[in-house]
């Protein structure tokens, strides 16, 4: 996997206008698919894991690599939102993704064991579409995950002036609901708030940091942090991860 760098830093909602001025001369907005009228947009994820909560304790020990799946979906739902199976793959600071693009109403047919042939017809800038998808059935089917937490937020995205493989994003405003059905993705009114006062800003790259991005980390004391917003989002919702136990996992979830 080499992958990209990643590397995050949690920040008082306060210094965000002050961070923002500091990296605009070297960067420029990104241009996501899922961007509209500005370079904010929100980003939904249902993540899956284990009755055992495997993936939430691999991050809580520390375990270098490990791995995630989850259903993203971006904005608001429409008539034919499309959205992605994801495998998020992590070794260390470096992430690589397994990605694969479904249309939101064939979501649940294909995590059932659905044609993959008739659900996700090949397409040239997804050519591994199936064998991707496959993957990530195994996974979810090896080791019986189910949704676990919803996580949501917007996300502020730029990429660097000089280098387009450095991403700099923002991400705030963040929510969770725990044991979502696959059509709670676009689910507002039962989400929690949590990091309220702080944000996340994040720094992706191919590439080793840029120097500049050095100065400003220097300069505003920034001190980069193990984040997870999947841990933090079940967090919100448990004093003690204990307290959500296999069975009420098996009881709740809604796969």
Known sequence: MPGRQENKYIIPMYSMDEIRHA???YVI?????????????????????????????????????RKKLRLR???????????????????????SKDRTPVKYADVAKLLAGGDLDKILPYRKDFP????????????LKRSSR?????????????????NHSDRITFDS???SMMFPGLGDLFEESKLIPFLEREFVL????????????KRIIRKHNLKKQAYSKYVRGVDAHYR?????SKGEIISMSHY
């Open 23 to 25: 990296i605009a001369p």
């Open 29 to 65: 907005a990104d241009n996501h698919h899922a961007l509209q009228e500005s370079n904010i947009y929100e980003i939904r994820s249902i993540y899956f894991d284990t009755f055992m909560l495997k993936d939430y304790y691999e991050k809580h020990v520390g375990l270098q690599m």
């Open 73 to 95: 979906g971006y904005n608001q739902a429409g008539a034919a939102s499309e959205v992605f199976l994801e495998i998020k793959w992590k070794n260390n600071t470096y992430i």
């Open 128 to 139: 591994n579409s199936q064998e991707k998808a496959s993957k990530f059935l195994f996974y």
């Open 146 to 162: 189910v949704p676990v937490n919803l996580v949501t937020y917007s996300r502020e995205a730029y990429i660097g002036k000089f």
């Open 173 to 175: 405003n963040i929510r």
């Open 202 to 213: 994040e720094f992706k790259s191919e590439n080793p940091m840029p120097e500049w991005f």
């Open 240 to 244: 003690h991860v204990g307290d959500c």
